[in-house]
């Protein structure tokens, strides 16, 4: 019978201790039922050839193949391609290393997921002294994530048969092929497994990427090339370039119209001094929203308590006069019901839950969030949200020990674990301050739930998507201001953490997308 893996390694003059190393922890695996497909790309180094032949001689399970020319990383991939039998292919570099338990684990995920066509595992990195370093906690798939970054890479376990009918590595995409080749076998399937364990450990030699992000400049090139027609073929239209500063592929999605956008706005007219001035909080929001947006497709709908001040009423309709509607709320206050009452209330195929206290930052955060919510998966959109003095409020939520707002007190400047704070990605949830959500999927789930008139309506709200199939997307290119507690003070009643934790404590402690703090 064929195995069920076939490891696949093109070589090319390795660094030979590096080699040795690879060699060692193949054979030392638990997992038996392998072969090894290696395929030489003419190296200069004559111990290769002979290395080579000697592994084939000691084991029946390595196939060896001696290209007579050099053909790059893709044609030497293909090659080794071409000898696997196995019913997956496991990609492994001729100078890294796998855990030795690897494969052991891809056979359990296959076993538990016999449909599975794609799987991926943490990784780290190693030095040449065999230190380990970096360890990447990876999140559970995550299409938006991986437009802007290759982070499924190590290590790559891949159907032969879907493999082949994609016609395996694509020649003009050197550095990224493997990218390329993800991309378009992500287009034909869903079923894509993360195995939460470092099975693959990326060697830091001179000149590889493990080393440095920009030792290679042209596989980034390639990368933005793969993505872009990836784009093209899912229709979607973009602009994509390589951000060198910040090591990842860039997607600015093209937003020919602008659907109608209601913006929800609860308050009760509070004042507060921001930035040393005392401020009416809802009317500097509208105002912000007025002045700087640069879509224009939008109608503001503030939802106002009965002791909300009669001039904060006047002055909202001074600074909004032509797309204002005003709805007066006499009931106990209820956070969710206003929201509910405020959608009610609204015609537009998007609404826009925004607290009182926010400012806008960036003028095109709408389009931005837009250019996201148009997937027919996605759900809710939000952005990234600065405290006063510039540091993150949230980006997004993380579900991780707690229900909190992810890098809450980080600098703005800061990338992240793995530059998770520069793209844009999955969440498993989005604070209520300012989110972007379908109407039709608002009222499918039964919009904000009443029972939390307070906390927590923003997360329950996110879950009861997820339930339903869909996708939540944070991105960092929306930008507003978010003053928060300035309206009300902050305070979570037990009652409340009790509610929550009853209805979803299921999903609480088991983000699938943040796996750290």
Same mark, same amino acid.
């Given at each position: 019978m064929p195995p069920l893996l076939s490891i696949v390694t093109p070589v090319y003059d390795p660094p030979r201790y590096a080699f040795e190393k690879c060699i060692e922890t193949v054979f030392a695996q638990a997992f038996k039922d392998w072969e090894w497909c290696l395929v030489d790309d003419c190296s200069t180094a004559p111990w290769v050839?002979?290395?080579?032949?000697?592994?084939?001689?000691?084991?029946?399970?390595?196939?060896? &193949? @001696?290209? /007579?020319?050099?053909?790059? *990383?893709?044609?030497?991939?293909?090659?080794?391609?071409?000898?696997?039998?196995?019913?997956?292919?496991?990609?492994?570099?001729?100078?890294?290393?796998?855990?030795?338990?690897?494969?052991?684990?891809?056979?359990?995920?296959?076993?538990?997921?016999?449909?599975?066509? &794609? @799987?991926? /595992?943490?990784?780290?990195? *190693?030095?040449?002294?065999?230190?380990?370093f970096d360890e990447f906690v990876k999140p559970d798939w995550s299409p938006e994530r991986f437009l802007a970054q290759n982070y499924c890479s190590h290590l790559s376990v891949m159907r032969t048969s879907l493999v082949n009918q994609m016609g395996r590595f694509r020649t003009g995409f050197d550095g990224a092929q493997d990218y390329d080749l993800f991309l378009r076998i992500t287009e034909q399937t869903k079923n894509i497994i993360h195995i939460p364990k470092v099975l693959y450990h990326w060697r830091t030699v001179p000149g590889s990427t493990a080393s440095a992000n920009n030792a290679k400049l042209y596989a980034y090139t390639a990368a933005a090339k793969a993505v872009d027609e990836h784009l093209k073929r899912r229709r979607i239209l973009a602009d994509v370039t390589f951000d060198p500063t910040r090591s990842l592929v860039s997607v600015k999605r093209h937003v020919f119209e602008q659907p109608k956008i209601s913006i929800i706005i609860p308050t009760c007219g509070t004042r507060k001094s921001i930035f040393g001035v005392d401020t009416c909080l809802v009317v500097n929001a509208v105002e912000s929203i007025e002045r700087k947006s640069s879509y224009t497709n939008f109608e503001i709908i503030v939802v106002v308590d009965n002791g909300t001040p009669q001039q904060v009423i006047t002055d909202l309709k001074a600074v909004c006069p032509n797309r204002l509607k005003v709805i007066e709320y006499d009931k106990p206050f209820?956070?969710?019901?206003?929201?509910?009452?405020?959608?009610?209330?609204?015609?537009?195929?998007?609404?826009?839950?925004?607290?009182?206290?926010?400012?806008?930052?960036?003028?095109?955060?709408?389009?931005?969030?837009?250019?996201?919510?148009?997937?027919?998966?996605?759900?809710?959109?939000?952005?990234?949200?600065?405290?006063?003095?510039?540091?993150?409020?949230?980006?997004?939520?993380?579900?991780?020990?707690?229900?909190?707002?992810?890098c809450a007190g980080y600098s703005s400047n800061d990338f992240g674990h793995f530059r998770m704070l520069k793209l844009a990605r999955e969440v498993s949830g989005l604070t209520g301050a300012c989110a972007l959500i379908k109407r039709d999927a608002y009222f499918e789930v039964g919009g904000m739930s009443e029972i939390f008139p307070l906390a927590f309506n923003d997360c329950d709200i996110a879950f009861k998507f997820l339930e339903n199939g869909y996708r939540l997307i944070w991105t960092p290119n929306a930008r507003l201001f978010h003053f928060e507690t300035a309206s009300r003070p902050a305070h979570v009643k037990p009652s409340e953490v009790k509610l929550i934790m009853s209805r979803w404590g299921r999903k609480i402690d088991n983000d699938d997308y943040c796996k750290i703090h």
């Open positions: 050839k002979t290395r080579l032949n000697e592994l084939q001689a000691l084991d029946q399970r390595v196939k060896v &193949y @001696l290209r /007579s020319e050099n053909g790059g *990383i893709v044609a030497a991939s293909n090659d080794a391609i071409s000898l696997a039998s196995g019913e997956f292919i496991v990609l492994l570099d001729n100078d890294d290393e796998l855990h030795l338990e690897a494969l052991e684990e891809v056979s359990k995920s296959i076993e538990a997921n016999p449909n599975v066509d &794609y @799987l991926y /595992s943490n990784e780290d990195k *190693i030095t040449e002294d065999g230190e380990h209820n956070f969710s019901d206003k929201c509910n009452i405020g959608v009610v209330n609204s015609d537009a195929p998007l609404i826009l839950l925004l607290n009182d206290d926010t400012e806008v930052i960036s003028p095109d955060w709408l389009e931005t969030m837009v250019g996201h919510i148009t997937e027919s998966d996605v759900a809710m959109v939000g952005p990234l949200l600065l405290y006063e003095d510039g540091r993150i409020q949230s980006a997004g939520h993380s579900n991780t020990h707690s229900l909190h707002n992810f």
